[in-house]
Every structure is written in C-alpha cells, then in structure tokens.
C-alpha cells in the first residue's frame, strides 16, 4: 500500500541555507516564518478556531536532496558529534524511508495580502520554501508529557549572552534591517547562540571562522572560547532572491 500526499502550501523563512538551522523548533524565538497557503487552501474558514491556540504542529517534508537521497538503518546525530551511530527512528535525522518532519511552533495568526493567505509563526527551525503539508494545533494536555527523557538529545549550553558584534556587523544589522520588522540582530544572536556548527568541528580546533545565510545576508563570525564574534553581514550581490520574506 502506498499514498501520495501534496503540499498545502510552503514556508518563507530566514534560514535559505541549511547551515544554521537549529536543531530544533522553539530554540531561536526570532525566527519568524509564514506558511504560504495554495490557493486551493486559502481559505480563512479553514483555520476558523484556531485562534484560541498558542501552537500548531507542523507536518512538512525534509525536500531538496532528502527525497532522492535514500535513507539509513542507522545515522550520526550531530548532538553526539557525528562519532556515534543511533537507528533513524531515534532520531530526528532528514534522511528517512520517509522524509517527513514535525515541528511545534508558536503560531501568530493568519495574514491575508498581495501573496495570498498564509499563517506567520514563529520560533520555526524550517528552511525556506519547506513543503507543508498539514497543520495541526498543539493541544497541551495531550502533546506536553512531564517528565519523558529526551535520550541523546540534550539542550544546548551556550547562550546569547556569548554572542558580540563588531561595529561593521552592527552597521550592516541597521542597514539591512532600518525599522527591526526582521528582528535580524536577535535573530542572529539566538541562532549562534545554538553553536551551529557540526559536532565534528572539535576536530578542526585550529578553524575559527565560520560564515551562514539569513535572508539575503552572509553573516561571518569568529568563535573565541565561548565567544561568538559577529565580523560582517554583507547583502547578497545578486537581488533576484529579494522579497521572498514578508514582512508583517
């Protein structure tokens, strides 16, 4: 038996590269993202209740090279530090028989402009143009178990009091962000506050400058200890990638 699903429409978000995503929803608060409906699905009477909810799951599709890529009996999860190997249903790895994944994000309500219909949310670890194909609202009795063991998957240490910024990186932050509508510099924080890097990386100890992609930006930092240094935030050269942000 087999079962063809299509998306109901597809995420716009900070994150246009992989490198940087955090590992998990709710861990970058900053990360605003809205979920462009289809036309079919744009329908406000769809989401008609919702309202009363803080959060929705999101069930989407690891896309890009995840669907031609095959899948693993087992992977190395970056939290222990692509050394170990664990079985992919322990774990949250994009490369499944199935690549489908959930994430529970806060959501801030439905916005209806020139692009459509799309549900903004926040806190969201997806990147940009993710397939969606359902949503779902949290509902905390059920879906909030106290006390379950999170395994291998321990929370990250290091927090956005590490992270600085170089007069030029604040500069290109105010140019690149006049009115704070993207919330760039917190976003910037909370993401390098996760560590982005590979768990490998400790095996590179002599590489301390790394560089990713929010938006249209190219954000270079340097890691002294637990330091994050912000160097520069350069615009993309080529402008074709604009606007795909809204901005609400």
Not at 107 to 132: F, M, S, W
Not at 200 to 207: A, L, S
């Amino acid at each position: 038996m087999s079962f063809t699903f299509a998306p109901i429409g597809h995420v716009r978000s900070p994150y246009t590269d992989k490198f940087g995503i955090p590992r998990q929803p709710g861990l970058v608060t900053a990360a605003e993202a809205h979920i462009e409906l289809l036309p079919k699905f744009a329908r406000e009477e769809a989401f008609k209740g919702l309202e009363g909810f803080s959060h929705v799951w999101i069930l989407f599709v690891f896309h890009e090279d995840c669907l031609t890529a095959g899948w693993s009996p087992t992977v190395r999860p970056p939290r222990l530090g692509g050394r170990e190997s664990v079985g992919v249903f322990a774990s949250r790895a994009p490369y499944r028989p199935n690549p489908i994944g959930i994430s529970a994000v806060e959501q801030l309500g439905l916005i209806r402009d020139a692009h459509g219909l799309a549900l903004k949310v926040r806190g969201v670890d997806l990147l940009d143009g993710t397939p969606v194909l359902d949503i779902k609202p949290y509902v905390p009795y059920a879906d909030n178990i106290p006390g379950a063991r999170s395994g291998f998957a321990m929370a990250p240490e290091i927090d956005a009091a590490d992270v600085t910024f170089s007069v030029g990186a604040l500069q290109g932050i105010a140019e690149a962000d006049p009115t704070g509508t993207l919330r760039l510099r917190a976003l910037i924080e909370q993401v390098l506050a996760q560590d982005p890097r590979p768990g490998y990386m400790d095996r590179y100890p002599e590489r301390r400058e790394f560089g990713l992609w929010l938006y249209d930006l190219n954000i270079r930092w340097r890691i002294d200890g637990n330091t994050m240094h912000v160097l520069t935030i350069e615009p993309l050269v080529d402008t074709s990638a604009l606007g795909r942000i809204r901005e609400a």
